[in-house]
């Protein structure tokens, strides 16, 4: 079985972005992530009411970093610390060397590669550092923005499962990409 640990924090840099630890003080921008209905359409989870809530998931991410359960970072530009977006693997199993990433953009961001550029980076991360083996995304089967940033990034198709999750009164269908440490480009 694989150890993992993040402490300390690993920020990590690519061409155009810095990743680094989410705090308390990006709550504000925390808050329109998860707040807004565009972006939050194809995440099963409550699209939060305040700050407050905002605040709750902050704090979230933090008990998973320290019990190495998971690893979030605030994508931001290298010219501007704000916080931009978020990017991570959850789900750590260290008994199966797989994990879960997700992400999400500020949509004013949308569509300049970024997110590709940030899971390039957290992939890497994952394989080199996590010592994993395989990484997984499931997204929703109609988030084709999210499937093309995955397709880009090497990671295949394996599943799509027929109304799985149940979420507001109904149930949904999810889509299961992943990338093989063995097939994964090295940049």
Known sequence: MVSISFNPFPNLETERLYLRRIVKEDVNEIFALRSNKEIMKYVPRPIAK???????????????????????????????????????????????????????????YHGKGIISEAVKKVVKYGFIEMKLHSIAAIIDPENLASEKVLQKNGFIKEAHLKENEFYQGRFVDTVIYSLLNKHFSYP
């Open 50 to 108: 305040s700050n407050e809530e905002a605040m709750e998931h902050i704090t979230l991410l933090e008990e998973k970093l320290k019990t190495n359960e998971g690893i979030n970072w605030a994508i931001t530009l290298k010219s501007d610390p704000k916080l931009i977006g978020i990017i991570g693997h959850f789900n750590i199993k260290p008994e199966h060397y797989r994990s879960e990433i997700g992400y999400m953009l500020l949509p004013e």
